[in-house]
């Protein structure tokens, strides 16, 4: 059985993906299949019709390898590819679209409205403190939690670095206090719940990726019901997007609010594969390892 495994790209995940990506590699081969290794390039079509595989381990985090463009490509070149399609990637990108896609079904998630970036330098658009992120990055590239005492300033400082600088359009949403967990769903099954823990500030891009800066408890020591209620929330967003593969859904919980204080903030449609990553610690508590994770989610791709 010949994968390859698609990876790196120009996403602002890049080394990420990269990391991912060795693993699952590293982990095919071992398992006996033959693997070619193809880092994402603006000829990646000419490249995968070259390797001809027969199946594609999608391990590209961000745009354009998690948003349905490089599902869409495949689609048109008829290869058979892991985690989930077009349409359910087009979606789960875009946290507005994701928003209208769960919230009717009963799936509590953050309020919140687009705002022009310019217009942060006049006003706050919701009162502090809230949370300002990218409508279309993942990993919570560009997140800033403007807070009550003016760290990025009051109004926020043009000349201030932040994803004002980056992005022509923000989500602004209410800073939920709380917990950040998260559940893996796995063969149309939630796996578990991980609380993490940042030693310092919030769970940013670097506090996901640097060794040391977040501790994970696996399972996370929070009540059965909450958890219940969790594993519940993710497995429904999963089936209502249609993910396919591994699917992660992040949450906040005000444990002061019990059940009531439960919203789940995005669902990542091609989780990380790092050593660091979520995904394969879950399974691992599951009893499942890294090798078998990664094999079981090419055969769901076949």
Not at 74 to 92: F, N
Not at 125 to 151: C, F, H, M
């Amino acid at each position: 059985m010949h994968v390859a495994v698609l990876m790196g790209g120009w996403s602002a995940e890049r080394e990420v993906s990269l990391t991912s990506g060795a693993g699952v590699a590293d982990a095919l081969e071992r398992k006996g299949y033959r693997v070619t290794r193809i880092d994402m390039g603006r000829d990646v079509a000419a490249r995968l019709a070259e390797a001809a595989p027969d199946v594609v381990f999608n391990a590209l985090h961000g745009t354009p390898g998690e948003d349905g463009s490089v599902q869409g490509m495949m689609d048109l070149m008829g290869l058979k590819y892991t985690h989930s399609g077009m349409v359910t990637s087009v979606i789960a990108i875009d946290k507005v679209l994701t928003k209208q896609a769960l919230v009717p079904y009963g799936i509590p998630m953050p309020g919140g409205l687009i705002v022009k970036s310019e217009t942060l330098y006049q006003r706050d658009p919701l009162e502090r403190p809230y949370v300002l992120k990218p409508v279309n990055e993942g990993s919570s590239v560009g997140v800033a939690i403007v807070t009550s005492e003016g760290n990025y300033g009051n109004p926020i400082g043009r000349d201030v670095n932040g994803p004002w600088q980056e992005f022509d359009e923000l989500l602004a949403e209410p800073f939920i206090r709380g917990r950040e967990l998260t559940v893996a769903v796995l063969d149309d099954r939630a796996l578990g719940v991980t609380e993490l823990q940042p030693k310092s500030g919030f769970y940013d891009y670097d506090a996901k990726y640097t060794d040391g800066l977040t501790t994970h408890i696996c399972p996370a020591q929070i009540p059965e019901d909450i958890s219940d209620a969790m594993m519940g929330y993710a497995l429904k967003a999963h089936r209502v997007l249609g993910c396919k593969g591994a699917s992660r859904s992040d949450f906040r919980w005000d444990d002061q609010k019990g059940v009531e204080g439960i919203f789940l903030l995005e669902i990542n449609t091609q989780p990380g594969m790092t050593p660091l990553s979520l995904v394969p610690e879950q399974a691992k508590h599951a009893g499942i390892s890294y090798d078998d994770l990664v094999d079981r989610i090419v055969r769901e791709a076949l």
